[in-house]
């Protein structure tokens, strides 16, 4: 909130992710494994608290955005309750007609299960959770193997990372095997839907 105020604003909103989250996570590696990070409504609960001492003091309202594994209206309802304004969803809606992924990336959403879900350690040094791919588990046990070295990190050293992050990426982005991130739950995400089939649900209509 300082890097905010020392520049004259406050933030628009403050997006607030839980351990349930996809890609990068801002959460102890062993926290993570051992089940001992807080729930996302622990923490939203924690963060509206400040927040609300901020509205107060400056008079403004800064929205609390709830992110990572809400899957049903149950979970909405439940942050709603400690005080989120709103939510952002991701994995729910990379598996619809109107997404614009490669059809292969919607179908590594459509037939994971709760148990290819991986929590994996990035090159950027932060734990990170994915879709277990042959690409994946080929830089677990080979290391990482760089076709082409992007420099997209300074001081990212190519023999020291377990796998090269663009080289995953771009071959995710473009229909073959990489690097996946996703939320997690994703045992309830089976088929292939649409933005408006997906908004119903969470609606409960």
């Known amino acids: 909130m300082k890097s905010y105020l020392k520049h004259g604003r406050l933030p628009d909103a403050v997006v607030v992710e839980g351990p349930l989250a996809g890609g990068h996570l801002g959460f102890k590696m062993e926290d993570i494994l051992e089940v001992r990070c807080p729930s996302l409504k622990e923490i939203v609960k924690e963060v509206k608290e400040f927040i609300c001492s901020i509205e107060s003091e400056y008079i403004a309202k800064i929205p609390v955005i709830a992110a990572g594994g809400i899957r049903t209206k149950e979970d909405m309802e439940e942050l709603l309750q400690v005080g989120a304004d709103g939510f952002q969803l991701a994995s729910l809606f990379v598996p619809t007609i109107e997404c614009d992924v490669h059809e292969n990336f919607k179908q590594a ?3 994971a299960t709760d148990e290819d879900e991986m929590i994996i350690k990035s090159p950027v040094g932060m734990p990170a959770r994915a879709i277990r791919t042959d690409f994946l588990m080929d830089s677990l046990t080979n290391g990482c193997t760089v076709n082409k070295c992007y420099k ?48 119903k649900t969470l609606l409960g209509r």
């Open 109 to 111: 959403y459509v037939k």
């Open 152 to 199: 997209c990190m300074p001081g990212c050293n190519p023999g020291a990372i377990p796998y090269c992050i663009s080289q995953g990426l771009i071959n995710a982005a473009e229909g073959r095997d990489g690097l996946i991130f996703s939320g997690s739950r994703l045992g309830g995400i089976n088929k292939i839907s649409t933005v408006r089939e997906v908004i």
